[in-house]
């Protein structure tokens, strides 16, 4: 998640006080003013009283805990989980839905405003999500007690398991599958070196992967191959072994049931083949709005070429070619882009092509980077896209849209790219997780 800063640690003196919230921040959380400091504290929702005690205090800023409410709005979210007061899996669920999203918004604006970005106040678009039932991927930590096996989602900041049975974020595939696999699991006779469980909810199968700390038996394989073929699951294992050169502990990921075909996501028109470790959008609509929205900025057309940064299995390459453009995208993980290559030939898209780089190393010399292109996309992960931004904007690309999970390292290259001469011609925010301090900034730049 976003953090604004990362204080140190200091001696906190100071007693409880009583703090009346003003307001929310980009995390969800609620901001006071006391002696002259600002006051960040979870659980507290504008106009709701209650007595703190100081955690962290660095300067004018501190984080704060609440101790006893005063005063508790009728504004609250009324509680729909019996797990959410434990269950870290939806931290802000206290927040109405829609009044969430809005401070997140707002969150959004105040923080590249202060970085010194200048943009609309008010966004070109806002895409909201179902709070219940998104999630079609997860991964479910594994407990043994007493030779039990449970499963289920961590403590908020705690490595405690919450364990679970179902889950009213989880798709209702996925919540169907959990009791049957526990039932499997406690079956088998090496559950103790169980790690976790992975669940995709593609748009054909189920896809299962279960993570393990050393072999499976040939029996347990075989029970677990035999319960994926009744389901009609797609079920993979993933295996520990040494790397034969540096010796580092890897995981080779075996397929279990013979159905690989079944486990795909639509993105637009296109057809994505992938496995159950593979990384997706976890939710459904809005990834769906969201590759509409790029479409749109981008404008794909035939003798146009687009480039296509961060592209995973090709969420936006497939359908950007299948609009006729020349697209080529690039990421880090080989076998990915494999995987993602054969997607493209099933597709018939020749002219959708990929590569392998790290784009925070030196790629510049590579061939595909010496290509003038039209437009470019990029989707990085939380630590931004500093290097391929400075690539870009030396490129003078016509047209960039950004993707980003992390509004601060979102800042940071909006800024670069602005100093380089492009201008935001569109921003907005995609509500990717509900019910979490998570948000998704989407930028269009042109020069």
């Known amino acids: 998640m976003v953090t604004f800063y990362k204080p140190k640690a200091k001696t906190v003196t100071q007693k409880a006080f009583e703090v009346e919230c003003i307001d929310l921040d980009l995390l969800g959380r609620g901001v006071a003013k006391s002696d002259n400091k600002t006051w960040f504290i979870y659980n507290l929702i504008p106009g709701e009283k209650a007595r703190v005690s100081p955690v962290i205090v660095k300067d004018k800023i501190g984080e704060a805990k609440v101790t006893k409410y005063i005063y508790k709005s009728d504004n609250r979210a009324k509680s729909q989980c019996p797990l959410e007061e434990s269950c870290g899996g939806c931290p802000l669920s206290y927040v109405k839905d829609d009044e969430l999203l809005s401070y997140k918004v707002k969150g959004l604006y105040q923080l590249l405003k202060k970085s010194g970005v200048l943009l609309n106040e008010t966004p070109s678009f806002v895409v909201k999500s179902n709070a219940l039932n998104y999630r079609r991927a997860c991964r479910l930590a594994i407990r043994i007690d007493h030779g039990k096996v449970t499963v289920g989602f961590r403590e908020g900041k705690s490595q405690k398991l919450v364990s679970l049975t179902t889950c009213k974020v989880l798709s209702e595939r996925i919540n169907s599958a959990i009791p049957k696999i526990v039932e499997l699991l406690n079956k088998l006779q090496g559950k103790r070196n169980l790690g976790h469980l992975e669940f995709i909810d593609s748009d054909g199968a189920l896809g299962i992967f279960l993570r393990v700390t050393e072999n499976l038996?040939?029996?347990?394989?075989?029970?677990?191959?035999?319960?994926?073929?009744?389901?009609?699951?797609?079920?993979?294992?993933?295996?520990?072994?040494?790397?034969?050169?540096?010796?580092?502990?890897?995981?080779?990921?075996?397929?279990?049931?013979?159905?690989?075909?079944?486990?795909?996501?639509?993105?637009?028109?296109?057809?994505?083949?992938?496995?159950?470790?593979?990384?997706?959008?976890?939710?459904?609509?809005?990834?769906?709005?969201?590759?509409?929205?790029?479409?749109?900025?981008?404008?794909?057309?035939?003798?146009?070429?687009?480039?296509?940064?961060?592209?995973?299995?090709?969420?936006?390459?497939?359908?950007?070619?299948?609009?006729g453009a020349d697209v080529l995208g690039i990421d880090i993980v080989s076998s990915m882009i494999k995987d993602a290559q054969k997607n493209a030939d099933l597709n018939n898209l020749k002219n959708a092509k990929?590569?392998?780089?790290?784009?925070?190393?030196?790629?510049?010399?590579?061939?595909?980077?010496?290509?003038?292109?039209?437009?470019?996309?990029?989707?990085?992960?939380?630590?931004?896209?500093?290097?391929?931004?400075?690539?870009?904007?030396?490129?003078?690309?016509?047209?960039?849209?950004?993707?980003?999970?992390?509004?601060?390292?979102?800042?940071?290259?909006?800024?670069?790219?602005?100093?380089?001469?492009?201008?935001?011609?569109?921003?907005?925010?995609?509500?990717?997780?509900?019910?979490?301090?998570?948000?998704?900034?989407?930028?269009?730049?042109?020069?």
């Open 217 to 323: 038996s040939d029996e347990d394989l075989k029970l677990v191959s035999s319960f994926g073929k009744e389901n009609s699951y797609v079920i993979s294992v993933g295996i520990p072994y040494q790397h034969e050169i540096d010796s580092s502990e890897q995981v080779r990921e075996i397929l279990l049931t013979d159905n690989a075909d079944k486990l795909f996501m639509n993105a637009s028109d296109c057809k994505i083949i992938c496995k159950p470790t593979a990384f997706v959008q976890v939710n459904k609509d809005v990834n769906k709005e969201l590759i509409n929205l790029v479409l749109d900025a981008v404008k794909p057309q035939p003798n146009m070429k687009v480039l296509d940064l961060f592209c995973g299995l090709g969420n936006f390459t497939l359908p950007l070619a299948k609009e």
């Open 354 to 447: 990929f590569a392998v780089a790290d784009l925070e190393d030196e790629f510049e010399k590579q061939q595909w980077a010496k290509i003038k292109y039209d437009a470019v996309v990029l989707d990085p992960g939380r630590m931004g896209a500093k290097r391929a931004t400075l690539f870009v904007s030396k490129l003078k690309i016509p047209k960039i849209v950004m993707i980003s999970c992390n509004p601060l390292a979102a800042s940071r290259d909006i800024r670069e790219l602005i100093k380089s001469g492009y201008k935001i011609t569109a921003w907005g925010a995609l509500d990717m997780f509900p019910r979490t301090s998570h948000i998704e900034l989407m930028t269009v730049f042109s020069l």
